[in-house]
């Protein structure tokens, strides 16, 4: 249980995070801000230092982050299937529609 409350939480962090990149991507390309001084500072905060990005990729290897995100959404995966073959209605379908999407999402 605990785990599935886990699972539910991490998602909507990261459904949370996803669509602040979204919104912010979107009002910079779209070009909505008026302001031309706020646009190239938004563009700027969005740039990233390659010699930081490198660092900070070679400290999450070392940290092990694939293999601790590859044993997360293996965990979740298990966890969510059951929950999904019960809140879908029974039919033939259900299971192809849910391992169509266990393809498409990398478990």
């Given at each position: 249980m605990k785990t599935c409350i886990a699972a539910?939480?991490?998602?909507f962090?990261?459904?949370t995070?996803?669509?602040?990149?979204?919104?912010?991507?979107?009002k910079a390309s779209v070009g909505q801000q008026t302001d031309k001084q706020t646009a190239l500072s938004t563009s700027a905060?969005?740039?990233?230092?390659?010699?930081q990005e490198a660092?900070?990729?070679?400290?999450?290897?070392?940290?092990g982050a694939?293999?601790?995100?590859s044993q997360m959404m293996?965990?979740?995966?298990?966890?969510?299937?059951p929950l999904m073959t019960n809140a879908l209605p029974a039919g033939e379908y259900r299971?192809?529609?849910i391992e169509s999407l266990f393809r498409k999402i990398p478990v």
């Open positions: 539910v939480c991490w998602l962090l990261l459904g995070l996803w669509a602040q990149t979204e919104s912010r991507d979107q905060q969005l740039k990233v230092n390659p010699a660092d900070i990729r070679r400290l999450m290897d070392l940290a694939k293999t601790l995100a293996e965990v979740m995966g298990k966890n969510i299937k299971e192809k529609l």
